[in-house]
């Protein structure tokens, strides 16, 4: 019950979430949206914004995607993570690559999921 008087306190229930990509290249920014989306399914209580490598990020937590490969046929990548305050941390580089087709959105997506779910972040 409430006494009289006395307005319910709104809390911003999304703390949101910083997402960059690097290397900064135009092929890595297209990519950066499937990644995104990954993440947004995953935490549908946050809110996932891009932002620019150089943006600061100390008031937020942050990911970053490193594509370390990209072909036609395969990519290698990480994330980078950090919570406020803290330091980054680094996960495992992962790989996928095809041989009788050229990557597709769904297989990157696909991808990006595994890479995701393999991240502490993601828990």
Do not use: Y
Not at 18 to 38: H, I, R, W, Y
Not at 59 to 84: D, F, Q, S, Y
Not at 97 to 108: E, F, H, K, T, W
């Amino acid at each position: 019950m409430m006494g009289a008087g006395l307005a319910p306190v709104q809390v911003n229930a999304d703390p949101g979430l910083a997402l960059s990509c690097l290397p900064q290249t135009a092929e890595v920014a297209d990519l950066c949206g499937l990644l995104q989306e990954v993440i947004a399914t995953s935490l549908p209580d946050r809110k996932v914004e891009l932002v620019g490598a150089e943006t600061p990020l100390d008031m937020t937590t942050a990911v970053r995607l490193h594509v370390e490969r990209l072909k036609k046929n395969g990519i290698a990548a990480h994330l980078e993570w950090r919570h406020p305050g803290e330091d980054w941390k680094t996960g495992e580089t992962r790989a996928l690559s095809v041989m009788d087709r050229d990557l597709n959105a769904r297989m990157i997506s696909g991808f990006f999921q595994s890479l995701w779910d393999a991240s502490p972040i993601a828990r």
